[in-house]
């Protein structure tokens, strides 16, 4: 009876775990599912803005043009012959992805239009031209 | 002595549960992992087409649709006409409204600013027209 009661003492000493591990499982388990493995450029871009710019879903893969022209991905300067290669790899890795092409409101249009020939050419489906939501006009 | 060695298989049946502890460090790293790497992207954009694409639409670059010019100095010119920027949406409008179901080509001139471009294609959404391509030329 003694050593009983001795024991119960011993195991009551520390704090119980299980629901600290459900809960630290359950955080787990949602920032495994809502991380997303986002292609971010690396530099900063000053988008044009636009009223009626939508949300983009799963735009994770981003190409950004900067103002005098130089194309970035993956936080790399890519020449515009070697994208279609960088492109294809990524479209490969994560073929979910859609494109959002993060052009600085300076940049030419021609820049863009072949990085959109690029992406298209590759494959993926779903592109669109990047804006900050905003007044536009 | 024999109290002891009770106390002992008693310490053993202590430990019928597995030990939480380990995996419990493990799992904390893993979340700290994933929340460290967690980016929530937000990124706004408008969807345009361009000839030859894939998605690219029947309506628009076929026969009959409107054609809105960029020149590169930004002048927009619609039906051989220039038009403000801003007076885009209603250009669009009453055009949409004289032929609907046709969709809006954009030709912008390769050294026309992409500004320009995202502010005619938002004129344009305005002006209650989604089906548009991107077009390139001279």
Do not use: C
């Amino acid at each position: 009876m003694q050593s009983r009661q001795h024991s119960a003492e011993s195991e009551d000493h520390g704090i119980d775990l299980a629901p600290m591990l459900d809960f630290v499982l359950n955080l787990l388990i949602f920032f495994i599912i809502t991380t997303s493995f986002v292609k971010d450029p690396g530099v900063s871009i000053s988008r044009a803005q636009a009223a009626t710019a939508e949300h983009r879903a799963n735009g994770n893969l981003l190409v950004a043009i900067r103002e005098n022209n130089e194309i970035w991905i993956d936080r790399k300067r890519v020449d515009i012959r070697e994208l279609r290669a960088i492109l294809e790899r990524l479209h490969i890795e994560r073929p979910d992805d859609a494109a959002v092409i993060v052009a600085d409101k300076a940049s030419r249009a021609g820049v863009v239009a072949q990085v959109m020939d690029e992406v298209q050419m590759v494959g993926i489906k779903d592109v669109s031209i990047a804006a900050a939501p905003g007044e536009g006009g | 002595m024999r109290l002891k060695r009770h106390g002992s298989t008693e310490h053993g049946e202590s430990s019928h549960g597995i030990d939480l502890a380990p995996m419990l460090d493990f799992v904390l790293n893993l979340l700290i992992f994933f929340i460290i790497t967690a980016v929530f992207v937000k990124e706004f954009g408008l969807q345009v087409s361009r000839p030859g694409g894939q998605v690219q639409t029947s309506a628009a670059a076929g026969e009959g649709s409107t054609a809105i010019r960029i020149l590169p100095g930004g002048e927009v010119f619609i039906d051989e006409r220039i038009v403000d920027v801003r007076a885009v949406s209603a250009n669009i409008e009453r055009i949409h409204a004289v032929t609907p179901s046709k969709g809006v080509l954009i030709i912008a001139d390769q050294e026309s600013a992409t500004g320009v471009l995202i502010q005619v294609v938002d004129q344009i959404h305005l002006g209650g027209v989604y089906d548009i391509t991107f077009a390139t030329g001279r």
